[in-house]
């Protein structure tokens, strides 16, 4: 059955529940749901962000906070990673 979209949040908790197990492709997954009905999320642009750090695909996690940098350009955890990625001395 669909899930309503009020409660599309569930796949937020179910993707921090992935994360907490290190199963982080399944937690990009119920991110990626979770965006589907909120593709301006800015926490969930960076869940998934984080996720592709932890498995080290360092072109995605790029591209993730880059992404979540054009809707809040003050996010201070994509600032703080694309910082770190920057810096030749701190690989992902």
């Given amino acids: 059955s669909e899930v309503s979209p009020e ?4 796949f937020q908790l179910i993707g921090q529940f992935y994360v907490q197990i290190s199963d982080y492709s399944s937690a990009v997954l119920q991110f990626e749901k979770f965006l589907r009905k909120n593709p ?4 969930g642009l960076c869940n998934i ?12 996690v790029v591209m993730g906070f880059q992404q979540a940098l054009k809707i809040d350009p003050k996010c201070i955890l994509a600032n703080q990673r694309l ?6 001395s701190n690989k992902v």
């Fill in 83 to 88: 910082s770190e990625i920057s810096q030749p």
């Fill in 49 to 60: 962000a984080e996720c592709y750090r932890l498995m080290v695909h360092e072109d995605a």
């Fill in 40 to 43: 301006q999320n800015v926490a």
């Fill in 7 to 10: 409660n599309f949040e569930i």
